[in-house]
């Protein structure tokens, strides 16, 4: 095969090729930053006008100053009537929050061991149903949720509003719970039943505290769910009083728009800061959990 | 085909330091092995050299040409990954085609040098499977012909045997060692196994935590191995190492261990006494050593501790306190546990090695081979 | 001691525990998702407006929409948005999932992964504010400014004029996300041999995604694709936010319309009857998903 053939020569690379070889490196960074500029302004400018009175260049701050945060000890209000405290409207999105994500928690945890351990008929059916509901668009639900709380006579009220929102997180929470059940022995749990527990027993004292981190993690994903959300509120809670921060932001949206964007942002802030905490402390497990990793190729 | 030089060669990974201070130099169409433990930085070199890693420190030459910063594309190397890393998507024949189509080859020459080199490695019927369809043997064969369809200067073989059973690496040993003759190209293999590496190259160089150990000609390895790791990792059966004292009584030297006592030659207790030290680790091929039924002055006693009939002789175990010692005894001696015999290692296959694992008879030779 | 009675439990369980422990998750799903699912059913043929009574007329609903003029400009609204957010979400997703796993190395990666993971974990009303203010139709919009600064023009009144344009953007920031996380889990299994040994065999970065990346994600961006395009059918909520639908109807999509129908007219009948239609869609695109990948494999790759 070989024979006579012209040797190549080697050349080391020229200082223009070298030139070109780095700008070739730094050119996927030029395209992140300019890509992601308008997400880090957006941000941005949420920090700096909440706490300065005229942003110039958009969000270059110009005096610092905590008046737009004073929504936090004096009511918000533009000529007519003011808007509900931020104190009482937080705390209805705790309950909110809360409700939504104990409810989760415990359904799935039961729910979670029951598919993972039982075999009864229908299991696959139930499982194949949970996908599939996963599919289904959000605002036939809505609307039939609308009579079936206004039948229940749960229309308007913060808790009621709450269950409703939580059956949504039911099937995705299931299903993360199912897996780490999947992954206990089942020596463990013979181990109780030997001991002498019951199957409640078994489940509460000895499982659950296995599951921890499973449960941390729907715990987390679930209030987030119950706190960041709009339409459920927005659609099914009408008096004032009962208003979640959500509902309240979108109001004075409304009202504040061209006038104060400070308040706005300043509220909005207060608003997000669970998220930001949460966000920061947990973004590399974040990843994974979301992914749940898929094959390439496969 | 090119010849290569390493110059003081470094990588490091964060604190690790997977190459050390590599000073290797290879001739033009000259076969090398990079033998070592795993872990020793052989393949961190061979990623190196193509050009996928950047040496922290040090340089690479190849025909006298500094290429630190050329890209792999232009280094003209072929690459056999251990794992063959064969494209799962493409045929047998695309995934030789591929390096040509993307250096924009017309496609009737494609054609030829595809076909020309699967024939050199005899799988011109396997062209239109894929990957996933062929078994290892046949994996490693197209890996094979993709690297070397491009025609390179420089063939890199990362531990391309030790995914093959053991009758098939015998004969892929044979194969790779007739293409290269054919071809003529400058190789480097890499490997973890010294057989592989002894009956392979015409020069091997042993590493062991990213340092150089040892370079030269297999035999020179495995005559005269420069340190205690080198003689210890080449041969099968292992050489046998015992820590023992120099003493010298009477201008007759003596080498004491735990449980024997063995005379040395003149030439030996001149060479210890010359170094001034008293501890060594005696090292003797079992091959090396005779067993005698008489008693003699140049041996030592011992019984039989285990023996182990390998087919073409008998692999005899004898333990000194803690320390094992093996000799190669022919196939028609007969011997039973229990049995006393005189051990009489060859005076001029003995190897010492000081505290600092140095061979006594070959310190002060260069590195390189 | 009392002798104990020994009660033989057999593997396979009885009836009564499952229940107990599966009653929750049966209670609401069944009273949230299969009564309404349902119930909307029965809805569509109903007239149930804010009396909440109902009243069966038969298919007048359906009649009604098909009269209805501006059906016809939501449909293709919905297509238009559905198909270029699309576009957005696998295409810049995609980009994203590439440009974060293998063109920079991990901890940049991971930095601008995170910070295109804020508007998905931003409440929606928050978010929506950011982009008014980006959009705000004064000279202190960002895209005012940044319009002004590199041509010179006048400020524009976006979500007016261009209320398409700006519905698709917005929702195509959040939704980028969630392809460029399946994405870049899929790249970063890919073995690095074979990234290796395409650069030893002469592919340049752009011919390695090329030639080795992308046939290697051919499944995840198809389901990526089927998976959106059912989200995208379903939202409604950032439109809600931003232009509410406006000008007009101008970016109105069918989800929207079913809400804007029943809550904000009460026509709680009508709306159901619109909402039908997009869950017999959605049917269709499941289908199609359930058929392309096969059951089991869709569970694998949901984890």
């Known amino acids: 095969m070989k024979g006579e053939r012209k040797r190549r020569v080697y050349r080391a690379p020229s200082s223009r090729q070298r030139l070109l070889g780095m700008l070739g490196r730094a050119l996927p960074y030029v395209f992140l930053i300019l890509f992601s500029l308008p997400i880090i302004s957006m941000y941005l400018w949420l920090f700096f006008s909440s706490f300065s009175r005229k942003v110039m260049f958009g969000f270059i701050p110009q005096e610092w100053t905590l008046h737009n945060w004073r929504f936090l000890w004096s009511p918000i209000q533009m000529g007519g009537a003011a808007h509900l405290s931020i104190w009482k409207a937080t705390g209805n999105t705790l309950l909110f929050a809360g409700v939504v994500m104990l409810i989760v928690v415990f359904t799935a945890t039961l729910s979670g061991f029951a598919l993972s351990r039982f075999r009864f008929r229908g299991r696959e059916e139930l499982m194949r149903l949970s996908i599939l509901l996963h599919a289904f668009p959000g605002v036939t639900l809505l609307i039939a949720t609308f009579y079936v709380l206004y039948y229940l006579k749960l229309l308007n009220s913060i808790w009621g509003v709450a269950i409703a929102r939580a059956a949504l997180e039911i099937p995705w929470s299931t299903w993360i719970i199912k897996g780490f059940f999947d992954n206990i022995p089942w020596d463990i749990e013979w181990s109780a039943y030997v001991d002498g527990c019951n199957r409640f027993q078994a489940w509460y004292k000895v499982i659950l505290p296995l599951l921890r981190p499973g449960i941390a993690a729907i715990a987390i994903f679930s209030f987030l769910a119950g706190w960041n959300d709009f339409i459920y509120p927005y659609t099914f809670i009408f008096t004032k009083e009962n208003q979640t921060l959500s509902m309240l932001i979108k109001a004075l949206i409304g009202e504040f728009r061209f006038t104060d964007y400070g308040l706005l942002a300043s509220v909005s802030l207060f608003y997000i800061l669970p998220v930001l905490v949460f966000f920061f402390f947990t973004q590399k497990g974040l990843m994974r959990v979301t992914v749940g990793g898929m094959k390439g190729g496969r | ?369 | 001691m009392k002798p104990r009675p020994w009660r033989g439990r057999r593997r396979v369980f009885r009836f009564p525990t499952v229940i107990l422990f599966l009653a929750p998750f049966l209670i609401l799903v069944i009273a949230f998702f299969f009564v309404p699912a349902l119930l909307n059913i029965v809805l569509a043929f109903t007239n149930m407006d804010s009396s909440l009574e109902w009243n069966f007329v038969g298919l007048q609903n359906y009649r009604l929409l098909f009269s209805d003029p501006q059906a016809r400009q939501i449909a293709i609204n919905t297509l238009v948005y559905v198909l270029c957010t699309l576009a957005i979400n696998v295409g810049f997703g995609l980009i994203l999932g590439l440009l974060t796993t293998y063109f920079v190395p991990e901890n940049a990666g991971l930095l601008f992964r995170a910070i295109w993971m804020l508007p998905r974990m931003t409440p929606s009303v928050v978010y929506a504010l950011l982009w008014l203010w980006v959009l705000d139709p004064t000279e202190y919009g960002l895209l005012n400014m940044v319009a002004k600064a590199l041509t010179g023009a006048k400020p524009t009144f976006w979500t007016m004029q261009h209320p398409m344009g700006v519905v698709i953007l917005v929702n195509g920031m959040v939704g980028a996300s969630f392809g460029m996380i399946i994405f870049s889990a899929a790249i970063k299994s890919i073995s690095k041999d074979y990234i290796m040994a395409a650069q030893v065999d002469g592919a340049s970065h752009l011919g390695i995604v090329r030639s080795i990346i992308l046939p290697l994600l051919r499944w995840p961006l198809m389901f990526v694709t089927i998976w959106q395009t059912l989200s995208l059918l379903a939202s409604y909520e950032y439109i809600l936010l931003v232009t509410n639908g406006g000008p007009f109807f101008k970016s109105e999509v069918w989800s929207l319309y079913a809400y804007h129908e029943a809550f904000a007219h009460r026509f709680y009948g009508y709306g159901a009857a619109i909402a039908m239609i997009l869950v017999i869609v959605a049917l269709i695109v499941t289908m199609i998903m359930l058929r392309v990948f096969g059951f089991k494999r869709l569970m694998e790759l949901m984890g």
């Open chain 2, 1 to 369: 085909m090119a010849s290569i030089k390493l110059e003081h060669l470094t990588k490091r990974f964060g604190k690790v330091v997977a190459v050390n201070d590599l000073n290797l130099e290879v001739r033009d169409g000259e076969f090398i092995a990079l033998l070592g433990p795993s872990g020793c930085g052989k393949t961190t070199t061979l990623l190196m050299i193509s050009g996928i890693y950047k040496p922290t420190e040090g340089n690479i030459y190849f025909d006298d040409v500094l290429v630190n910063e050329v890209a792999p594309k232009d280094r003209y190397v072929g690459l056999v990954f251990q794992s063959y890393a064969l494209y799962p998507h493409m045929s047998v024949y695309n995934n030789i085609a591929f390096p040509l189509r993307l250096a924009k080859v017309p496609k009737k020459e494609i054609d030829r040098r595809v076909r020309e080199v699967a024939k050199l490695t005899k799988i011109e019927d396997l062209l239109d499977r894929m990957p996933g369809q062929l078994s290892g043997g046949q994996q490693q064969r197209v890996a094979l012909c993709r690297a070397l369809v491009k025609e390179p200067e420089i063939l890199l073989l990362d531990e391309p045997l030790s995914n093959l059973d053991a009758r098939l690496r015998i004969e892929t040993r044979a194969e790779i060692k007739r293409l290269q003759r054919e071809v003529g190209i400058t190789t480097i293999l890499v490997t973890h196994d010294q057989v592989e590496a002894m009956t392979m190259a015409e020069r091997v160089a042993v590493m062991h935590a990213g340092v150089l150990q040892q370079y030269g000609p297999p035999d020179e390895l495995y005559d005269r191995p420069r340190n205690l790791f080198v003689a210890s990792f080449i041969g099968d059966p292992p050489m046998n190492l015992v820590p023992v004292k120099f003493e010298k009584t009477d201008g007759t030297g003596r080498l004491v261990a735990q449980g024997f006592s063995l005379r040395l030659s003149e030439e030996l207790t001149r060479l210890l006494s010359e170094t001034g030290e008293e501890e060594f680790t005696l090292g003797i091929r079992p091959e090396d050593v005779a067993l005698s039924q008489e008693e003699t002055a140049e041996g030592f006693p011992g019984e039989v501790f285990l023996t182990e009939p390998l087919g073409g002789g008998t692999l005899v175990h004898f333990k000194f306190g803690e320390t094992p010692f093996r000799v190669l005894a022919p196939k028609d001696l007969k011997i039973e546990i229990g049995d006393r015999f005189w051990i009489v290692p060859k005076q001029d296959k003995l190897h010492l090695f000081t505290a600092d694992g140095l061979s006594v008879r070959e310190k002060g030779h260069a590195e390189q081979g």
